[in-house]
């Protein structure tokens, strides 16, 4: 069975991200790029199913400009077996990413296709979703285990209740959540390895989707400053400021 | 004019109350109607919930035993039938609304703005990015649907207004996959409210002193139906364990109210709760950090504030 | 031994900064059939880089002729150099600029960024780049020789237990080692005490910078501009005085250098920076800006005299890690570059490391530290004693016939009872970051906090006994990060590592009174992720 991993490079976890001082967007010269962390648990599940035999193949696939090749090779070098690399020019939306992984999912013919369950930069957690509408296949979201037996899949939700346990037939899509996995280690000889591994280049034109914002974004700005509120002086004031915000 | 279409989420016979905030939403978004529809095995009671809300002109009740849990893949056909009449389609940015608008909006070729946070005009909204690090104003096309999920820390839930809107059964013709099956729901491994997700925290700090007494933490926390967090520093002294952390190496949480009791506000801390509703901050050293960002400050010995509070509630 | 994995290679080079990165350049260039990789502990190129920085361009004119066509990001060209005594908390003079002052021809850069800008060109080149791997530990062979680097093990729990994604490290095996660590590099403090490589030379010394980047309100940079002071808030018997470059778009490099052979054990090298940006002088510069990045750096400042011998049987060592820095000019990366060339050279044409230690001090790397090896010792008599003789040696350019000796920096902190400090006239402070905490934030500094604690403390029973009483638990205030904390008092006092804050400075490894602070890396990729500094 072949797993179809979506792969997002974004700006670091760690990068202190800095809005432009005009507004126009955030800072990302010279900042650190790291592959998507829910998508590396998403590569990591998918390379777990491949070591226990219930997949053959894990392929990871990215969308993005040119220089995106070296973080497939990351991929390559946790250990899938093959890349694609959908090339554009200007970051893309979710609806458009959906689109342009179906036509990899008609292609490919994959039984599942895991993704994590946002990316870190846009924060939409759309993509997922909206390839399994298109596909007309289910969506196992937010997952946090994920059991196949033969065409089926049941998956372990986190969702604000607790955790939810849906069944799924395959071929289907899973996004995954924190606690699914914990990614590993990249060895220094695997990424040797990985520059020899199959790494196809296609256009998303080529695909037939067509890049383009949906929405536009006309306005970037840091987060709004919390500023010091009111001190209270005793716990019957603290009680009846609480109150007065409808908390209490 | 935009006519909005509100999804209700719902458990246990009870209307959740982000639906309520979506509400508040959406009448920021000029409509002339703002409808709500409620899709359930038996809606009935639902339903009137939601038609008691201020500012709902008209609940759809859609039963169907297929609705007997919240699949996305089973409801969103279902929306995506009714969202013709519509010119908007909204969520609650839960993982029930996250979980489904998007599928909403790709069934009508639509894209979709999750988790806004401020509402311009009925096509101009503010989200979150980075984590919060960066907030965008997203303008959406007016010649087209806008799907989208509020966020629930943002906006304050609509109250009940002077009378009950009509209730409608709506029959939905759409075709219902079989491929995906509810099995179970295991509810919250304590009874206490998860952290990442819950509406109150209450956090202890080193000043706390032990592990032993961070139950009084607990207790108040209990009181207040909140979850229970630590500042980095309570963790690494050994008074609670690791997945309480809140901070930018823990948990990043936006609870309506967070109450941060002897923790100092660290920049790391603050990273972890600087879109929570309302911070108050109970700290012995009247100059610590927490209180440049806190709502509401108290300058005092937790260990003396903390019993009274709990009385007092 | 283990059934560890390993690679081979040519020549193993360990540090991706400035030297490793142009020795590995210039060997592929000369050689390049040669196999050669360099091993880098921070997760980026750059991301644990921090310097001032203002280059002389012309190690890097000979390395890459053509760089100027496609120069590093921020990289401005110096327009003018100041010179000012900060007399004291409210008066500054400005003074003629010392000849090793003036910039005229050379750059202010951000040096990550100039070797994250030099690393794909290395790669293009044929050069295997691994960052996010920190070598843990050397290896040896039966002779006794270095043959490698042992890569640390990756998914260590912190009580030394195996983590699911545990990965072991492998070794990396090369007939040739190069060491380019940068200043009090771990590798090389081993290697050292090894081979009795300083038997022959001065004790090393160090000085420990501080910097911030700052977006400054718009306007207020003038690109090109270089600033350095003296005086205020260093008192006479403390080395300290600060830089301020200004790079393009209206940002500036802010930074404060302390010499680590201060006296007063309750010294904090972070409150010195801090009040020096609050000096009605300088402040005006920082109001309506805000912080980009911060972090610390351990400076190497010994030269002629305590340069150690630079190879080794099968290593060798280059740059900051051997300790190449020219003081007065407070530059190194022109002398880390030109070092990583000649053992490039030398290795081209001998393919070994014998005979580089010869080559390295007949050079004009060597003679430029001759010239100006009497400066920084000069200060050890104080502020007036040192400007005096740092004017005659300059004068002299360095034919004194005498030379001044290095004495180890740890010595020279004073006990408690026998040091009065003096009256330090500190200034309120409103301007971020209010405290080492916050800093620490800037420098994104990450390690997992399930990992086995990288600074290890020989015996922690010295911390609350004789070190509390004696010095007053120096590290607690010569941390830039806030690493070491005594917690408790009386019986009940423990010393505490907050190891995540750490940003890899080793100015503990260097400064602790007792030498009983060893640092060694943590799991690769941890640490600071500096963003252009």
């Known amino acids: 069975m072949k797993i179809l991993v979506a792969y997002k490079r974004v700006v670091d976890y760690n990068v202190r991200i800095q809005v432009k001082p005009d507004g126009s967007g955030v800072v990302t010269e010279g900042v650190k790029l790291s592959p998507n962390p829910f998508d590396d648990i998403a590569l990591e599940e998918a390379l777990r199913l491949r070591e226990k035999g219930v997949a053959t193949e894990v392929v990871v696939a990215t969308i993005g400009p040119a220089d995106a090749q070296a973080h497939l090779r990351n991929g390559l070098a946790m250990g899938a077996n093959r890349a694609i690399h959908v090339t554009t020019g200007a970051p893309i939306q979710p609806l458009t990413a959906a689109r342009a992984l179906l036509k990899l999912v008609e292609k490919e013919q994959p039984q599942i296709v895991i993704l994590g369950k946002q990316a870190i930069d846009d924060d939409c957690s759309q993509t997922g979703q909206m390839l399994a509408a298109l596909w007309g296949r289910p969506q196992a979201t937010f997952a946090s285990k994920v059991e196949i037996t033969g065409t089926v899949a049941k998956v372990t939700r986190e969702v604000d209740a607790g955790l939810e346990v849906i069944e799924v037939d395959l071929p289907a899509v899973i996004t995954t959540d924190l606690r699914l996995n914990e990614p590993r280690f990249i060895k220094l000889p695997d990424i040797m390895k990985a520059k020899s591994k199959p790494l196809e280049t296609v256009t998303l034109e080529s695909l037939g989707v067509e890049s383009g914002d949906h929405h536009k974004v006309s306005a970037y700005a840091p987060p709004p400053k919390r500023s010091k509120g009111v001190m209270v002086k005793d716990v019957p004031e603290l009680v009846a400021a609480l109150k007065a915000k409808g908390l209490l | 004019?935009?006519?909005?279409?509100?999804?209700?989420?719902?458990?246990?016979?009870?209307?959740?109350?982000?639906?309520?905030?979506?509400?508040?939403?959406?009448?920021?978004?000029?409509?002339?109607?703002?409808?709500?529809?409620?899709?359930?095995?038996?809606?009935?009671?639902?339903?009137?919930?939601?038609?008691?809300?201020?500012?709902?002109?008209?609940?759809?009740?859609?039963?169907?035993?297929?609705?007997?849990?919240?699949?996305?893949?089973?409801?969103?056909?279902q929306v995506a039938a009714l969202a013709a009449d519509y010119t908007h389609v909204l969520g609650p940015s839960t993982t029930f609304g996250k979980d489904l608008m998007p599928c909403v909006a790709a069934l009508l070729g639509e894209a979709m703005v999750s988790d806004i946070m401020k509402v311009h005009g009925a096509h101009r909204f503010e989200r979150p990015i980075y984590a919060g690090n960066a907030i965008i104003t997203v303008e959406c096309p007016a010649t087209r649907k806008v799907i989208a999920t509020v966020r629930n820390a943002s906006f304050a839930a609509t109250g009940n207004g002077a009378s009950a809107a009509p209730v409608e059964a709506a029959s939905v013709n759409a075709t219902l996959p079989s491929h995906t099956r509810f099995i179970e729901l295991k509810a919250g491994a304590s009874d206490r409210p998860d952290l990442q997700s819950a509406a109150r925290v209450v956090s202890g700090g080193r000043a706390v002193g032990s592990a032993e007494n961070f139950a009084i933490i607990y207790k108040l926390a209990d009181k207040l139906g909140a979850g229970v967090g630590a500042s980095r520093a309570a963790v690494d002294a050994g008074y609670a364990p690791n997945d309480m952390q809140v901070g930018q190496t823990g948990k990043i949480i936006a609870p309506e109210l967070y109450v941060a009791i002897g923790i100092s506000g660290a920049i790391q801390h603050l990273t972890g709760i600087k879109d929570a509703g309302t911070i108050v901050a109970i700290n012995k050293d009247g100059e610590a950090p927490i209180f440049e960002v806190a709502d509401i400050g108290l300058v005092g010995d937790l260990f003396k504030i903390i019993p009274e509070l709990e009385q007092a509630l | 031994m283990s059934d560890r994995e390993s690679m081979e290679y040519d020549v193993v080079t360990v540090g991706a900064g400035p030297a490793g990165l142009a020795f590995a350049i210039r060997l592929k260039q000369l050689k390049p059939d040669i196999r050669v990789c360099v091993i880098e502990k921070a997760s980026t190129i750059g991301a644990q880089i921090l310097s001032g920085a203002v280059i002389e361009p012309g190690p890097l004119d000979a390395l890459l002729p053509q760089w100027r066509k496609a120069p590093p990001p921020s990289c401005v060209p110096a327009t003018h150099d100041e010179f000012w005594w900060l007399r004291d908390k409210q008066h500054a003079t400005k003074l003629p600029t010392p000849p090793q002052m003036h910039n005229a021809g050379n750059y202010i850069v951000s040096l990550g960024a100039m070797c994250a800008w030099l690393a794909p060109q290395a790669e293009a080149l044929g050069v295997e780049i691994y960052p996010g791997f920190a070598a843990a530990e050397p290896l040896y062979d039966a002779a006794g020789a270095v043959c490698g680097v042992r890569i640390g093990d990756m998914g260590v729990a912190k009580d030394g237990s195996h983590?699911?994604?545990?990965?072991?490290?492998?070794?990396?095996?090369?007939?040739?080692?190069?060491?380019?660590?940068?200043?009090?590099?771990?590798?090389?403090?081993?290697?050292v005490a090894r081979y009795e490589l300083d038997r022959d030379s001065d004790p090393q010394c160090w000085s420990i910078g501080i910097k911030e980047l700052w977006q400054l309100a718009p306007g207020k940079g003038t690109s090109g501009k270089i600033v350095h002071t003296v005086g205020w808030p260093a008192d006479t018997r403390t080395y300290g005085g600060s830089f301020l470059y200004h790079l393009d778009g209206d940002r500036v490099a802010v930074g404060y250098v302390v010499g680590l052979d201060y006296a007063d054990p309750k010294l904090m090298p972070f409150e010195l920076f801090q009040q020096f940006k609050h000096h009605p002088h300088v402040k005006p510069l920082f109001e309506g800006g805000k912080i980009v990045s911060g972090g610390a750096r351990a400076i190497v400042t010994g030269g002629w005299q305590s340069l150690p011998r630079v190879e080794m049987p099968g290593a060798i060592l280059i740059g900051d890690t051997a300790g190449l820095l020219n003081v007065p000019k407070i530059k190194g990366t022109h002398q880390a570059m030109r070092s990583a060339m000649l053992a490039a050279e030398h290795l081209a044409a001998s393919g070994k490391a014998e005979g580089f230690n010869?080559?390295?001090?007949?050079?004009?790397?060597?003679?430029?530290?001759?010239?100006?090896?009497n400066i920084k010792p000069g200060f050890k008599k104080g502020f007036w004693f040192g400007m005096a003789n740092a004017g005659w040696e300059t004068v002299t350019a360095g034919y004194s016939p005498w030379t001044l000796r290095n004495k180890p920096d740890y010595q020279q902190t004073r006990k408690l009872d026998a040091y009065v400090p003096p009256d330090r006239q500190w200034l309120d402070r409103d301007l971020p970051p209010r405290d080492r905490l916050a800093a620490v934030y800037f420098s994104a500094t990450e390690h997992d906090e399930d990992q086995p604690v990288h600074l290890h403390v020989a015996d922690t029973s010295v911390c609350v006994t004789r070190c509390a009483q004696e010095f007053g638990n120096p590290c607690t205030k010569f941390c830039p990060a806030g690493v070491y904390e005594m917690i408790g008092s009386g019986a009940d006092m423990r010393l505490q590592i907050n190891a995540a804050n750490c940003v890899h400075c080793k100015t503990c490894d260097i400064k602790d009174p007792y030498q009983i602070i060893n640092w060694v890396t943590p799991e690769g990729g941890a640490g600071p992720n500096y963003q252009n500094l």
């Open chain 2, 1 to 77: 004019m935009s006519k909005i279409l509100i999804v209700a989420e719902h458990a246990n016979g009870q209307l959740n109350n982000s639906t309520a905030k979506v509400l508040s939403a959406a009448k920021q978004m000029g409509a002339s109607a703002i409808e709500v529809a409620v899709f359930a095995a038996d809606p009935a009671a639902i339903a009137a919930q939601a038609a008691q809300l201020d500012g709902v002109t008209r609940v759809r009740a859609v039963a169907n035993a297929a609705n007997a849990n919240a699949l996305a893949a089973v409801l969103a056909p």
């Open chain 3, 358 to 373: 010869f080559v390295l001090r007949n050079s004009p790397v060597m003679a430029e530290l001759r010239k100006v090896r």
């Open chain 3, 163 to 191: 983590k699911p994604a545990y990965t072991q490290g492998i070794d990396i095996k090369a007939p040739l080692t190069v060491l380019a660590e940068g200043a009090r590099g771990h590798l090389t403090k081993q290697l």
